[in-house]
Antibody
């Protein structure tokens, strides 16, 4: 069955970096775009970034453009989110989610990993 | 970028009531609209995509309609397990913006 498992969250100081991972299984990974969506405590959902199955295209939300980098290793069925210059308002649960072929809605989500940004 | 709004921001309804949530896009997105349900402490769940197509396994009391800029999510008969926050999302192109959410609870 389809599974997405995030890891890498934790507590980090403002200005520092963190790398999140999303390990996938149960589907043809290299054919599927993977997205990151975040949710600050008590707030709504915010789309963060996505990467096409072959890694050829990447898109970012305005609030993370230039600070975050999405990448993937199809040999490891894993997507990464490198987060640099972290700010207090980047604190959130970060979910990875799968978009069905050629679509931009998300049919499977991981359980999320919590990122806390605090001095 | 296209902005997404939802109304109301919250509502209370009785068991069995018909509930309607509205989502509006600031520009035409055709039917590239999805709806998600997020129960407290849980991961979001896809309910509807392409504005009106029910995701497999979702109860038939959920329905979606609309195109262009105006969309509606309807729960035909509210059940206790429907207590959740509901989000719309545009997916015609990046950024894949979510609406601010509508919190539904039982009166």
């Amino acid at each position: 069955q389809v599974q997405l498992v995030e890891s890498g969250g934790g507590v980090v100081q403002p200005g520092r970096s963190l790398r999140l991972s999303c390990a996938a299984s149960g589907f043809s990974f290299s054919s599927i775009a993977i997205h990151w969506v975040r949710q600050a405590p008590g707030k709504g959902l915010e789309w963060v970034a996505d990467i096409w199955g072959d890694g050829s295209k990447k898109y970012y939300g305005e609030s993370v453009e230039g600070r975050f980098t999405i990448s993937r290793d199809n040999s490891k069925n894993t997507v990464y989110l490198q987060m640099n210059s972290l700010r207090v308002d980047d604190a959130a649960v970060y979910y990875c989610a799968r978009a069905p072929l050629g679509r931009g809605y998300f049919d499977y989500w991981g359980q999320g990993t919590l990122v806390t940004v605090s001095s | 970028d296209i902005q997404m709004t939802q109304s109301p921001s919250s509502l209370s309804a009785s068991i069995g009531d018909r509930v309607t949530i509205t989502c509006r896009a600031s520009q035409d997105i055709s039917t590239y609209l999805a709806w998600y349900q997020q129960k407290p402490g849980k991961v979001p769940k896809l309910l509807i995509y392409a504005a009106s197509t029910l995701q497999s396994g979702v109860p038939s009391r959920f329905g979606g309609s609309g195109s262009g800029t105006d969309f509606t999510l309807t729960i035909s008969s509210l059940q206790p397990e429907d207590v959740a926050t509901y989000y719309c999302q545009k997916y015609n192109s990046a950024p894949f913006t979510f609406g601010p959410g509508t919190k539904v609870d039982i009166k």
